[in-house]
């Protein structure tokens, strides 16, 4: 697909099927999060990967509170304070993963496959549950579940939501 068709066709699909993620799209997925820019390139990431139904099942439990939603896959990508840039700059960990996230978002829609986004950081208790699911370190902090597999049913129509009053031309 063309990249303007793919940001345009991106969006959050919460109904899957019960197929598997094949590894090789799995290996895309990761390869296009590790694209993304960060902060002096210091790449401050993990992905956990989860394809084992019961602890899916935990993470749907126990992570995101509005993550509940039945997928083959799900990856934590989760900002590691050990790799981050030091002191206050160390935030930018968020940025970085958020566009490792929008990476895999936009991979998984050009292979065909459905994706949602579930917010895990910064809410104290889901950041603290989903480690403990997950068995995270304390220096890795979840800043989300990518819920994964093959959209079921219809998937929401591409748009575009250009709005001209937010741009401010000087
Ligand atoms: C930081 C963030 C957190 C989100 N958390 C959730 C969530 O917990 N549950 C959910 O169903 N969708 C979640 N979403 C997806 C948004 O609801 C969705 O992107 C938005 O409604 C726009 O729809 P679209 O993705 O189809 O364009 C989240 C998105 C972002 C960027």
Redesign the pocket.
């Known amino acids: 697909m063309e990249l303007k068709e793919v940001l345009l066709k991106?969006?959050?699909?919460?109904k899957f099927t019960d197929e598997k993620v094949s590894k090789e799209d799995i290996n895309e997925l990761l390869h296009a999060a590790m694209s993304g820019p960060s902060a002096v390139n210091k790449k401050p990431w993990d992905f956990y990967v989860i394809t084992d139904e019961k602890m899916l099942e935990e993470v749907r439990k126990h992570c995101?509170?509005?993550?509940k939603?039945k997928s083959p896959l799900a990856i934590v990508v989760c900002g590691n304070l050990l790799k981050a840039l030091p002191l206050n700059l160390s935030s930018y960990w968020v940025q970085d993963c958020?566009a490792a996230?929008e990476n895999i978002?936009l991979r998984a829609c050009d292979l065909g496959l459905g994706a949602?986004?579930?917010?895990?950081y910064p809410v104290k208790a889901s950041v603290k549950s989903t480690r403990k699911t997950i068995g995270a370190k304390a220096h890795q902090v979840p800043?989300?579940?990518i819920f994964i597999g093959h959209p079921d049913g219809d998937i929401?129509e591409p748009?575009d939501?250009y709005d001209e009053k937010c741009i401010h031309r000087i």
């Open positions: 991106r969006r959050s699909v919460r995101a509170p509005f993550g939603f958020s996230t978002l949602v986004w579930c917010g895990v800043l989300n579940v929401p748009r939501q």
